[in-house]
């Protein structure tokens, strides 16, 4: 037997640290809500965001289960995910005044709650990795509720669609893990990045071109998740 020491996994925590730095930029959105600056929110839930895209893949390449078997990144992933995804847009709800006063305390709750449900099911993905149920993305909600400038009852009743749709099994696509038609799903993913960073900042002045790409990209995704859902 060797006495030649193992090589540290320096590759695998660092994926791991890259994962964590979503916690940061959730205080930074949090900070940016208190201060009632949307835009820069929106930036640093961009941010992590991003971070979640490339962490997967990342880790994939860097073989952190196998390397890293003492630290459990699906954890630390599902608690950054939950912060950034969930809490912050949570608390961006509650600040910008975007639910009824009298329903506010209730909705923000039942969304936590109801987020909370989804992230500790074990069937979370389906085989093919469509996600099982609205799958918690309130700071896209939210995003929406901001550019269209929705009214409050109107976000109010959006709230409680999406709620149910956590708990029944329509599936709803993941951008990058599901295979099939992805070379079409990642360039529309694109397209609706480009169009929200041109109407989040642009906003009272918003491009035509820019609500196009939006209508276009969306109506991919939810077309796409319908056909999916009815498929099965």
Same mark, same amino acid.
């Given at each position: 037997?060797?006495?030649?020491?193992?090589?540290?996994?320096?590759?695998?925590?660092?994926?791991?640290?890259?994962?964590?730095?979503?916690?940061?930029?959730?205080?930074?959105?949090?900070? +940016? %809500?208190?201060?009632?600056?949307?835009?820069?929110?929106?930036? @640093?839930?961009?941010? $992590? !965001?991003? #971070?979640?895209? &490339?962490?997967?893949?990342?880790?994939?390449?860097?073989?952190?289960?196998?390397?890293?078997?003492?630290?459990?990144?699906?954890?630390?992933?599902?608690?950054?995910?939950?912060?950034?995804?969930?809490?912050?847009?949570?608390?961006?709800?509650?600040?910008?005044?975007?639910?009824?006063?009298?329903?506010?305390?209730?909705?923000?709750?039942?969304?936590?709650?109801?987020?909370?449900?989804?992230?500790?099911?074990?069937?979370?993905?389906?085989?093919?990795?469509?996600?099982?149920?609205?799958?918690?993305?309130?700071?896209? +909600? %939210?995003?929406?509720?901001?550019?269209?400038?929705?009214?409050? @009852?109107?976000?109010? $009743? !959006?709230? #409680?669609?999406? &709620?149910?749709?956590?708990?029944?099994?329509?599936?709803?696509?993941?951008?990058?893990?599901?295979?099939?038609?992805?070379?079409?799903?990642?360039?529309?993913?694109?397209?609706?990045?480009?169009?929200?960073?041109?109407?989040?900042?642009?906003?009272?002045?918003?491009?035509?071109?820019?609500?196009?790409?939006?209508?276009?990209?969306?109506?991919?995704?939810?077309?796409?998740?319908?056909?999916?859902?009815?498929?099965?």
């Amino acid at each position: 037997m060797s006495d030649r020491p193992s090589v540290f996994p320096w590759s695998a925590w660092a994926v791991h640290l890259l994962t964590a730095t979503g916690a940061i930029w959730a205080l930074l959105a949090l900070i +940016a %809500v208190i201060e009632g600056d949307a835009r820069l929110c929106f930036f @640093w839930l961009g941010v $992590a !965001l991003i #971070v979640d895209g &490339i962490d997967g893949p990342l880790a994939r390449w860097a073989h952190v289960k196998t390397r890293v078997k003492q630290f459990d990144g699906a954890a630390l992933d599902l608690i950054v995910d939950y912060l950034t995804y969930v809490f912050v847009p949570v608390m961006f709800v509650w600040q910008f005044d975007m639910l009824p006063q009298n329903l506010e305390l209730l909705g923000c709750s039942l969304i936590l709650l109801s987020s909370l449900h989804l992230f500790a099911k074990l069937d979370m993905k389906s085989d093919d990795n469509h996600f099982v149920g609205f799958p918690g993305i309130w700071n896209v +909600a %939210v995003l929406y509720f901001f550019i269209l400038e929705t009214a409050s @009852w109107t976000n109010a $009743a !959006l709230v #409680v669609v999406l &709620i149910v749709l956590t708990f029944v099994p329509a599936k709803f696509v993941h951008p990058f893990r599901v295979e099939r038609l992805r070379r079409v799903t990642i360039p529309m993913s694109v397209i609706w990045i480009v169009a929200v960073v041109a109407l989040v900042y642009a906003h009272q002045e918003s491009p035509a071109w820019a609500w196009s790409l939006l209508g276009l990209s969306s109506l991919w995704f939810a077309g796409i998740s319908l056909w999916r859902t009815l498929r099965a």
